[in-house]
């Protein structure tokens, strides 16, 4: 199995440890911030969304311009614009981007947040709606002939897009959502699954989960398996534990002060989070070396859990995560800039060479 590193990119400079400063749009930052990743050598950037966010469409296009090789990965948010609209907007992003582009469908499983922009849904529904989006998106991307299309939330007729995705037959098709409804949907749809950072046992549950999902679409072997974390790395594990703690008491004053968090809702309803908080009441440390610190503080607002250590120490944690499957690990830091140069000088490198040398092996002794 290979390995993919997924990094992230934000419209301005803020995380648990930095109130939002400067622009909304910050184009030098996210310049910046998109190259430092591709100098580390990161396969793809993550531009996520919310319903308060500026347009990731717009974003993605300029990370593509001020990179060379860099992917990017646009969090996209189904039920706002037409299937057919949207096959064309991120076919036309793979051409400007020069098949650099793929697209991690999120549902969305907060009521609020979505009611913010006008999405009165139920939780389930929305997952049965993003299922029949993605039939239309797939369709407009691959079809030949004019098509029609009746369902329960979309009706085209004569349908052909004059533009397809320059990757063929279609965009990566990433996919986010804890839920039985997700998983659902997942399996029939995704190339790869992201996972919140878990614990070991309760990612290999749902890799099987999902895996038996995709069975069930004839897809088993079709899927691969993302995990989140924020590593915190450091010369000596001392010292890496030493900043965990720094980064918590620095994040206290920054998650009271912040929009990015005192807008969200004091108890999570979306599994996801749910099944994080439900590692932080283990402790703060699980697997030796999975901090849920910043998971606690924030009631799991988003990808919140680290890995803590020197990076061989991280790297091994992660290779356990790659024995269950997991392919692509997508990362952030605290410090967002520095952190990305510091994964790609210190972190990747390990994990790649192990990998390598595995699959080295492997073939060897296969051959």
Do not use: C
Request: charge should be neutral; charged fraction near 25%.
């Amino acid at each position: 199995m290979s390995v993919e590193f997924i990094g992230y990119v934000s419209h301005q400079e803020a995380s648990e440890i930095h109130l939002p400063k400067g622009p909304a749009v910050n184009p030098p930052y996210i310049a910046a911030v998109a190259q430092a990743h591709e100098y580390g050598g990161f396969d793809r950037v993550l531009i996520a969304h919310s319903s308060a966010s500026p347009d990731g469409f717009q974003i993605a296009s300029f990370v593509a311009q001020q990179t060379k090789r860099l992917g990017i990965l646009l969090a996209h948010r189904p039920g706002f614009v037409a299937p057919t609209l949207a096959a064309r907007q991120l076919s036309t992003l793979d051409h400007f981007s020069g098949g650099r582009t793929a697209v991690h469908v999120i549902s969305g499983g907060d009521d609020v947040e979505q009611q913010r922009d006008g999405d009165f849904l139920s939780h389930d529904e929305r997952y049965r709606r993003t299922d029949e989006y993605l039939d239309v998106v797939k369709r407009s991307w691959t079809s030949d002939t004019p098509f029609d299309h009746e369902g329960a939330y979309y009706r085209v007729a004569g349908h052909k897009s004059q533009i397809r995705p320059l990757q063929q037959p279609h965009l990566p098709v990433y996919f986010g959502g804890s839920s039985d409804a997700a998983i659902e949907v997942a399996g029939k749809h995704a190339d790869v699954y992201a996972l919140w950072g878990e614990s070991l046992a309760a990612v290999e549950e749902t890799i099987a989960k999902v895996r038996r999902s995709a069975a069930r679409h004839g897809r088993e072997d079709h899927i691969r398996f993302s995990l989140s974390l924020r590593p915190i790395i450091a010369a000596t594990e001392d010292a890496a534990w030493a900043r965990a703690e720094s980064i918590l008491e620095r994040a206290k004053n920054v998650v009271a002060a912040s929009p990015n968090f005192t807008r969200r809702p004091k108890e999570p309803k979306n599994v996801g989070a749910l099944r994080l908080l439900a590692e932080a009441d283990k402790g703060s440390v699980v697997d030796r070396r999975l901090w849920t610190g910043i998971t606690a503080l924030t009631r799991a607002a988003g990808n919140s859990t680290s890995l803590v250590g020197t990076p061989q120490q991280v790297a091994d944690a992660l290779l356990e995560y790659h024995k269950l499957g997991v392919t692509t690990f997508l990362i952030r830091g605290f410090d967002p800039l520095e952190d990305a140069l510091a994964y790609g000088r210190d972190l990747l490198p390990l994990v790649r060479g192990a990998v390598a040398e595995k699959n080295t092996t492997r073939e060897a002794l296969t051959a």
